[in-house]
């Protein structure tokens, strides 16, 4: 029996993607031809209105290639969502699973390919089946959040928090350096608010105090930090541990008050300035990354153009935006949403052409200078290797380096990097010994 697979969506999505496939690969073999699969299975995304567009055009896509006895399920936060409607809309799809389902899957799919051989084993994050390179790995934390933010529909979909304990994490994080993996991302919904639930109060460094401890070389990257509870404590905790790689991945939204008021995000304008200034001069040459939404209810020209006035003055390393969607469900729903679907591009194409300059000048500062790096992929065209370095988180949003390397690497080799050229996304340089 063979099993085709299609996971949708972010890191915290591949993470379940990687634990169902760890639970059923002793019964069904894995192929990357959806024609010839047995069972197609698709994890899928309903986070904005294009994730959901993607999710279905997905599901039609590869239900053309069902064989007269083959299965298609589909599995995530579309069925979460939407399952009622969605047994309706798309009559290809053998069965939804929802996320509450999870801990029967094996059970669930040995019932849909109606298969004695199909062992019913558990999720675990101990049996992934690992689809990063191995040089790095995705460390899930928790799942589901305890902010109420009026856009967001990941309650709706993922729930309360629900951490992991600090030995669960430490015995997976031990397992991948012992295995060699150099590059642990410490990944959830709200990172910072990690372990508020078992245990009163958050205790990201508590954590990363531990897996500290862990002895073996590699680095630490924490992804999605709520910017109220980035606290001294820890921004002084990767001041002085070498291991946690200084890159604050922070999303903020906004930052006008009156928006993040109405988006019912904590802080302010003033804080969120003190905030940034404080990780530079307290860890110079440390990341800051960050989002905005464009196009929110309340957002008057004058906020947007103040938001523009503070992304000059920050100067983030690395910034991304969405055009407001609205979800069914969230608060927002209750608000006028006055703004124009043109007025959000136009909004969302003048604060990326803004922070382009921003990031051109920002990697003009490297020229000349050599930064460590680690090879991540090959260029057949410009007979370049790929590689990034602390500064570029693994998920395709930051950028990434070319190397002219003097010797024949392997992905996943660290090697040393003069930087040559660049242009606002991108560096280009040569290895240097």
Known sequence: MKMYVESLGCAKNQVDTEMIVGALRDSIDLTNKPD????????????????????????????????????LVVCGCLPKRYKPELIGLLPEVDRFITIEEYNEFSKIIKDVMKSSYIKEN??????????????????????????????????LIRGKLKSRTIEDIYEEVKQ????????????????????????????LVELL???C?????????????????????????IKNNPKVMPYFDIPIQHSEDVVLKAMYRRGNREYLVNLFKKIRREIPGSIIRTTFIVGFPFEREAEFENLLKFVDEIKFDRLGAFTFSLEEGTKACEYPNVISEDEKQRRY?????LQEGISLKLNQELLGKTIDGFI?????ESYLFIARSAGYAPDDIDGCIYVAAKDEHQIGDRIKIKVLDCDAYTLTGEESK
């Open 376 to 380: 991540t992929g090959y260029d057949e």
């Open 36 to 71: 010839d699969a047995d069972l197609i299975l698709v994890n899928t995304c309903a986070f904005i209105d294009s994730a959901k567009k993607e999710a279905i055009d997905t599901i039609l896509m590869l239900a053309d290639y069902k064989k007269p006895n083959s299965k």
């Open 122 to 155: 558990d999720l675990s994050f101990m049996n992934r089946y690992i689809t990063t390179p191995d040089y790095m790995r995705y460390i899930r934390i928790s799942d589901g959040c305890l902010n109420h933010c009026a856009f967001c529909a990941i309650p």
């Open 176 to 203: 991948a350096v012992s295995e060699g993996v150099y590059e642990i991302n410490l990944i959830s919904q709200d990172t910072t608010r990690y372990g508020f639930d078992i245990y009163k109060k958050n205790s």
């Open 213 to 237: 401890q862990i002895e073996g070389d590699f680095k630490i990257r924490l992804l999605y930090l709520y910017p109220d509870i980035v606290t001294d404590e820890l921004i002084d905790f």
């Open 209 to 211: 105090d531990k897996l």
């Open 349 to 353: 194409e003048k604060l990326m052409a």
